[in-house]
């Protein structure tokens, strides 16, 4: 049931893309994603991505605080996180800069909420690479420390919404304090382990 | 005399201006026969407004007016693009007034009906240019905003305009917002030139309706040349000082938004590229990119205003 759950929560943003697509291609109403659809679009994933990747940074803390051991659905977790986030990258690129390279090049270099964005994006990639069993055994122990990865994509994730805030801070607020939390969980929860 | 290339023309352009009005006429007869008979008063939410074109117009194509109507930003009703819509009742226009105070030899409150019966309406077609590198081009009715401020006989203490929008935390929720840096009530202004500058505008409608209360009703600023953030909406407070007003976005990030917020695509906001646009609406493959013009293409009304000045210094 959970599995099925979980699944259904995975993909639900692609039936909303999908809905909102017939929305405006079939049923005719042009401005269901707004006058500016590359836009929200861009919002859309990116919020998804974040959603996911704090869903599987909080696996962990579940199974040390909570006692739930959901280690089983991290994969597919984490790997959504990765799939939304590249998602994210191609509406940006084609979407908002219509693949104008040099501006994109333009804005890795000039823009650091990008870059910071960017740096997520390739710090997850060999993680989504190594996330099957394979490459698990294969790595060992290894494979614990590259995961760690983890930590520094979801303060790179943190930073990208901060950079971005013009005057409403609900958002970068809310991602702030449940990333702290479920850091603060985990080492908490060693030292109760430890004792 | 109409300067308007053919695919500008309306029908206002293309029938005679007295049969134009005697149909108006008609036709708010109508609409005032339709009300009698208890049609319930949100049915008419924009009422046909009574106006001449005038010459100012551009060969842009106009943005759709469910597009200019459904996409914007007015934070007072929210931050989302179309929370703005979605929230319109919350802004209340009844018995506006607008208090004119400062230095100037004629000062007080004013009802807006009063202002409106002495300032004859025009249509100006302009474009705009959203900081956040999107744009439309709308027809505006108004009136010219120098012509206004000349009836309040200025000072030459008067160096500044500074303009102040409605503050009504209760009823515009995104004046509670807790998570909101902005000092509100949202506050703009301009150089004593610059609001006297022929292209400065204050709109009371578009697309020939009565201003509908997302984009800034009862009266907003129209100033083209200047990114959207300065045309400040919903208007009840126009001050003659002598220092530069602390403008709400200026003072929030000035490293971002300048005073003058002049369109520019040589100078870029820190998070994006200024040299192009979105023209909307847009397509989901289709951006409809195009070039930013230096002063949003109205350089020869404005240019002579900052002569000597450093634009990437005072953006």
Redesign the interface.
Known sequence: MLNLVLWFLIFSPVLLLGYG?FQ?QIAGD??YW???????LVHFTGQWAVGFLLLTFAITPLRKVGGINWVGYRRRLGVSAFAYAVLHLACYA?????L?LA?LI??FS??P??FAGMLALVAMLPMAVTSTQGWQRRLKRKWKTLHKLMYAVVALAVIHLW????????LA?MVTVIALLLTALRFKSVRISRL | MLIKSPQMLTEADVTPESVYRQRRRFMQGAVGAALSMSVPTWAVQSPALDYTTSRYGQDDTLTPE??VT??NNF?ELG?G??DPVKNAAQLKTANWKIEIAGHAEKTGVFHLEDILKQNPQEERIYRLRCVEA?SMVIPWVGFSLAKFLKQFSPTSKAKYVKFTTLYDPENLSGQR?A????DWPYVEGLRMDEAMNELSFLATGLYGKTLPNQNGAPIRLVVPWKYGFKSIKSIVKIEFVETEPETTWNK??PHEYGFYANVNPNV?H????QS?E?R??????N?R?IPTQTFNGYAEYVHHLYKGMDLTKYY
Do not use: C, H
């Open positions: 697509f405006i042009l401005l707004t006058a500016e659809p590359g836009k929200y084609v979407m908002m800069l219509g104008d501006t333009e804005d000039k823009r909420y990008i950079w971005q805030v013009r005057q409403d801070f609900s607020l | 469910d597009v459904s996409y934070y931050t693009k179309n999107w917002n998570f909101s840096t902005i929030l990030a870029d820190p998070r994006w590229s192009t979105r909307l609406p847009t397509g989901l493959f951006i990119k």
